[in-house]
T-cell receptor, first 112, second 114 residues
Framework: LAKTTQPISMDSYEGQEVNITCSHNNIATNDYITWYQQFPSQGPRFIIQGYKTKVTNEVASLFIPADRKSSTLSLPRVSLSDTAVYYCLVGVNTGTASKLTFGTGTRLQVTL | DGGITQSPKYLFRKEGQNVTLSCEQNLNHDAMYWYRQDPGQGLRLIYYSQIVNDFQKGDIAEGYSVSREKKESFPLTVTSAQKNPTAFYLC?????????????FGNGTRLTVT
């Protein structure tokens, strides 16, 4: 199972771009990379997912290099409401390969 | 609205008592998961189930038990054998039929044991 490593915390000012990198050196061929956001006392919610190259949606971008051993979540122009914990999850959820294990996450603090 | 319902939101128990946390989903998902979160910590996997009547231990299964008698329901029992049961418990589900299907989470149950 691919283990993930993220920075424990990051600080940013409102309006800046924030990049959070996740290392997953032993990612398997079938694994997808999924990022979640969690606010206090709530369940995590899906932000973005990718397999390779770059993915963009209305809230974030995900950059995955060719070797797939890391990924970077990019949040453009963060606001105070982006203060949360961000988790990188690497795995595949079909059949027996379904043990989806989270890392410790990155606590992002956005200030004025 | 489809989603995952965890109840109750807050639960208080005396030490030595078993307690069961409810998790129900109407998303028609095959796979369901239970995670535990301690203050300032990440999510740790307790149990997961891919299909009805089948489940596997996660990383911290000791002191917990589950059942999966119905596709929609995956209750978690915290037994008196669990040494430090006070925590935030999260239930999640996913289709399990597509490798890229994301997890959908409930809003958690905060259990306090004194």
């Amino acid at each position: 199972l691919a283990k993930t490593t993220q920075p424990i915390s990051m600080d940013s000012y409102e309006g800046q771009e924030v990049n959070i990198t996740c290392s997953h050196n032993n990612i398997a061929t079938n694994d997808y990379i999924t990022w979640y956001q969690q606010f206090p006392s709530q369940g995590p919610r899906f932000i973005i997912q990718g397999y390779k190259t770059k993915v963009t949606n209305e809230v974030a971008s995900l950059f995955i290099p060719a070797d797939r051993k890391s990924s970077t979540l990019s949040l453009p122009r963060v606001s105070l409401s982006d203060t949360a914990v961000y988790y990188c999850l690497v795995g595949v959820n079909t059949g027996t390969a379904s043990k989806l294990t989270f890392g410790t996450g990155t606590r992002l603090q956005v200030t004025l | 609205d489809g989603g995952i319902t965890q109840s109750p939101k807050y639960l208080f128990r005396k030490e030595g008592q078993n307690v069961t946390l409810s998790c129900e989903q109407n998303l028609n998902h095959d796979a369901m998961y239970w995670y535990r979160q301690d203050p300032g910590q990440g999510l740790r996997l307790i149990y997961y189930s891919q299909i009805v009547n089948d489940f596997q231990k996660g990383d911290i299964a000791e002191g917990y038990s589950v059942s999966r008698e119905k596709k929609e329901s995956f209750p978690l029992t915290v037994t008196s054998a669990q040494k430090n049961p006070t925590a935030f418990y999260l239930c999640a589900s996913t289709t399990g039929r597509r490798p890229d299907s994301p997890l959908h989470f409930g809003n958690g149950t905060r259990l306090t044991v004194t």
